[in-house]
């Protein structure tokens, strides 16, 4: 067994669920908000049509800022108390929404679900890579991942019912619920995993150094650039979504059915890649989504132009569906590369990974969101442009010292 790692307390058909569902409260935060945001928008007084997707990117905000603080603290007081404090702080970002009679309260209280959100989302990757590295890691983030994806697969759905039943301030409530039955379970079931022999000391000078080490580390900043790059138009995407579906296409309540269609080929990517990788390795599996996903979106964008922007729904879907598949065979991979050389400063790296990376994707990402006019130009050529900068990100990742690290070394 590594140095780097301790042997895992939960089994996997515990702890996989547990990790999925710790990861996958991001996901429903965003997801299953967004049939209620036309609702918040009147409600609230939101200045512009397009103004309501920062409910959206205002959650991925706080989610970049927190990820800068939790990965640290985590290396300082342990896993668990991390976990436990971002939990808390999403729960009272929850209270503000409820009781928000303005727009700017509401994406106030937004960003304090992204910062407490932040806690869970970017501990757990340390959580993990405390008990597994290399494929052993890409195999079981990708399972959890899959799990994970059923979240934003009846999200919407989930949203839209308790929008009929109690209206959208009833959403917030349940998204506070469920953040506390999860804090009960993680807290009583999952052990430490960072034994105090183990912590780092939480003064800057410390915290910095690992910061700029993981910054230094050639494959680390170069897989995080790749996931921040393959990342951006997927925010594009998620802050445009119900524009696109509903006003755009016109699809009405049938928005969340469209929309977990497409996410269950995000989450069949995730499952499938959890067998893939331990076969062909993340770094070939990677360069084949990335060129497919790349390649794919500038025939989208191409074939935009002959429908005046707006494809027929069936082949608007058709590629979206494709683009989603191969976007499911990047994240999980990307993320344990970025991660794999960071084991002995598995917190901060995670920290530095998530930060950085969603400092990339969330400007790009709602400047192309908000630049929705009724066509799919935009997210396309988003597509295509990130999916080239992701590609590079790579290639150039690849190009140095460690571009023969233990991935290919543990290949049979």
Same mark, same amino acid.
């Given at each position: 067994?590594?140095?780097?790692?301790?042997?895992?307390?939960?089994?996997?058909?515990?702890?996989?669920?547990?990790?999925?569902?710790?990861?996958?409260?991001?996901?429903?935060?965003?997801?299953?908000?967004?049939?209620?945001?036309?609702?918040?928008?009147?409600?609230?007084?939101?200045?512009?049509?397009?103004?309501?997707?920062?409910?959206?990117?205002?959650?991925?905000?706080?989610?970049?800022?927190?990820? %800068?603080?939790?990965?640290?603290?985590?290396?300082?007081?342990?896993?668990?108390?991390?976990?436990?404090?971002?939990?808390?702080?999403?729960?009272?970002?929850?209270?503000?929404?409820?009781?928000?009679?303005?727009?700017?309260?509401?994406?106030?209280?937004?960003?304090?679900?992204? %910062?407490?959100?932040?806690?869970?989302?970017?501990?757990?990757?340390?959580?993990?890579?405390?008990?597994?590295?290399?494929?052993?890691?890409?195999?079981?983030?990708?399972?959890?991942?899959?799990?994970?994806?059923?979240?934003?697969?009846?999200?919407?759905?989930?949203?839209?019912?308790?929008?009929?039943?109690?209206?959208?301030?009833?959403?917030?409530?349940?998204?506070?619920?469920?953040?506390?039955?999860?804090?009960?379970?993680?807290?009583?079931?999952?052990?430490?995993?960072?034994?105090?022999?183990?912590?780092?000391?939480?003064?800057?000078?410390?915290?910095?150094?690992?910061?700029?080490?993981?910054?230094?580390?050639?494959?680390?900043?170069?897989?995080?650039?790749?996931?921040?790059?393959?990342?951006?138009?997927?925010?594009?995407?998620?802050?445009?979504?119900?524009?696109?579906?509903?006003?755009?296409?016109?699809?009405?309540?049938?928005?969340?059915?469209?929309?977990?269609?497409?996410?269950?080929?995000?989450?069949?990517?995730?499952?499938?890649?959890?067998?893939?990788?331990?076969?062909?390795?993340?770094?070939?599996?990677?360069?084949?989504?990335?060129?497919?996903?790349?390649?794919?979106?500038?025939?989208?964008?191409?074939?935009?132009?002959?429908?005046?922007?707006?494809?027929?729904?069936?082949?608007?879907?058709?590629?979206?569906?494709?683009?989603?598949?191969?976007?499911?065979?990047?994240?999980?991979?990307?993320?344990?590369?970025?991660?794999?050389?960071?084991?002995?400063?598995?917190?901060?790296?995670?920290?530095?990974?998530?930060?950085?990376?969603?400092?990339?994707?969330?400007?790009?990402?709602?400047?192309?969101?908000?630049?929705?006019?009724?066509?799919?130009?935009?997210?396309?050529?988003?597509?295509?442009?990130?999916?080239?900068?992701?590609?590079?990100?790579?290639?150039?990742?690849?190009?140095?010292?460690?571009?023969?690290?233990?991935?290919?070394?543990?290949?049979?």
């Amino acid at each position: 067994m590594s140095k780097a790692t301790i042997k895992p307390a939960l089994r996997p058909g515990e702890f996989v669920p547990l990790v999925a569902l710790l990861m996958a409260l991001v996901a429903l935060a965003i997801d299953a908000i967004l049939p209620a945001l036309p609702a918040i928008g009147h409600d609230l007084g939101a200045p512009r049509r397009n103004d309501v997707q920062f409910v959206v990117t205002a959650v991925l905000l706080g989610l970049g800022l927190g990820q %800068i603080v939790f990965g640290p603290l985590s290396d300082g007081i342990g896993r668990k108390p991390s976990i436990h404090a971002g939990l808390v702080l999403f729960m009272s970002g929850c209270v503000m929404s409820i009781f928000a009679h303005t727009f700017e309260v509401m994406i106030a209280g937004r960003i304090l679900q992204g %910062i407490g959100i932040a806690g869970p989302r970017i501990v757990t990757v340390a959580l993990v890579r405390d008990q597994y590295e290399g494929r052993q890691m890409a195999r079981l983030m990708s399972f959890a991942m899959a799990v994970f994806i059923l979240v934003p697969t009846v999200a919407p759905s989930l949203g839209l019912g308790i929008l009929w039943l109690g209206g959208w301030r009833a959403i917030f409530a349940t998204f506070f619920i469920i953040a506390a039955v999860t804090l009960a379970w993680f807290s009583l079931r999952q052990p430490e995993t960072l034994p105090p022999a183990r912590r780092r000391p939480l003064s800057p000078r410390a915290v910095g150094g690992a910061a700029l080490e993981a910054l230094r580390i050639r494959a680390a900043l170069g897989y995080t650039v790749a996931t921040g790059c393959v990342f951006a138009p997927f925010v594009a995407y998620l802050s445009s979504s119900q524009q696109i579906f509903q006003e755009a296409y016109g699809t009405g309540v049938l928005f969340p059915v469209y929309f977990g269609m497409l996410a269950l080929a995000f989450g069949g990517a995730s499952l499938v890649n959890g067998w893939l990788v331990m076969k062909y390795g993340m770094r070939r599996l990677s360069r084949m989504a990335t060129v497919s996903l790349t390649l794919v979106s500038a025939v989208s964008w191409t074939l935009a132009f002959a429908f005046g922007g707006l494809p027929p729904f069936w082949l608007f879907m058709t590629c979206l569906l494709v683009i989603f598949l191969c976007i499911g065979l990047l994240f999980g991979n990307l993320n344990a590369l970025a991660m794999e050389p960071l084991g002995h400063i598995a917190g901060v790296g995670a920290g530095v990974v998530a930060s950085l990376s969603t400092f990339i994707s969330v400007p790009f990402g709602a400047l192309v969101g908000h630049s929705f006019d009724g066509t799919i130009y935009a997210l396309m050529a988003a597509f295509g442009v990130f999916g080239a900068g992701t590609y590079a990100a790579m290639r150039w990742a690849e190009g140095g010292g460690e571009k023969r690290s233990r991935d290919a070394a543990a290949r049979p």
